[in-house]
């Protein structure tokens, strides 16, 4: 056997053993050596880290359940970690969702990720100006989201809320359904409310990798604005020379 081939043998057995030693590391005993985001807090992690599980997690008000990963081996030997990640459930409160998620140097990539969320749990997130209660499902869809620094490189989606209604004033009110893009801004992620819809709304709402959301538009009521509503727009103020009322938070 010539010295090169037994060279070849020993890279070979070498790279296996660290393989079979990854595949049984356990996820807990990653997680407790890593420095986690400020903020971010995790439930009970389990599995190794080919198959991550981790029971919950929490970060700015928001908690995500019954989170899963199924790492690709091939992207841990090359230190650019890819997964598929799945998180929530209908039986659980929370979102719902799945992705893939890749780290590539100083970036963080997400790609054909889907969450879903009542509308009613993300009302409390937001800093309305007045009290209200939301129904109704909210979907995101991400083809892709570029993440690096905190800040929002790059980003394409949609927003949907389906079936939309929301008790205000002592009112139910329907309002349809909205649509809204997604992209980024100011190294924020961005979401633009498309004016097509009951309210004559058209909004940008922008969010940052802190938490903070901060958001500017404009209502526009027309032919199809509730009836119910109506009453309640000098609360916004008044409107501008195009009949806008300007929302801003």
């Known amino acids: ?19 079979f030693v990854i595949a049984l590391t356990p996820a807990a005993l990653l997680v407790e050596h890593s420095k986690l985001p400020k903020g971010l807090a995790l439930g009970e992690v389990s599995e190794t880290i080919w198959s991550p599980q981790i ?4 970060y700015q008000g928001v908690t995500v359940n019954q989170i899963s990963a199924d790492v690709s081996p091939w992207s841990l030997l090359a230190l650019s970690p890819a997964a598929e990640v799945k998180f929530g459930s209908r039986l659980s409160d929370g979102p719902e969702g799945q992705g893939y998620l890749a780290l590539r140097r100083d970036q963080v990539e997400i790609t054909d990720f889907t969450v ?21 499902q909210a979907e995101l869809t991400i083809d892709e989201l570029t993440l690096a620094g905190n800040q929002c490189v790059s980003a394409k989606g949609r927003l949907t809320w389906q079936r939309a209604a929301v008790n205000a004033f002592e009112q139910s009110i329907e309002l349809g359904s909205f649509k809204g893009e997604i992209s980024c801004q100011q190294g924020k992620l961005a979401v633009k409310v498309l004016p097509d819809n009951r309210l004559g709304l058209q909004y940008t709402a922008l969010l940052g990798l802190d938490g903070r959301v901060s958001g500017q ?26 009949g806008r009322y300007e929302l801003k938070f």
């Open 116 to 136: 879903q969320m009542p509308a009613g749990e993300i009302a409390p997130l937001l800093p309305l100006p007045i009290e209200l209660d939301a129904f109704g």
């Open 55 to 58: 029971s919950a997690a929490r």
């Open 1 to 19: 056997m010539t010295l090169k081939i037994k060279i070849a043998l020993a890279a070979v057995i070498v790279a296996a053993y660290l393989v």
């Open 217 to 242: 538009g404009y209502l526009t009521p027309g032919n199809n604005f509730p009836a119910q509503l109506r009453d309640t727009l000098p609360f916004i103020g008044n409107p501008d020379a195009q």
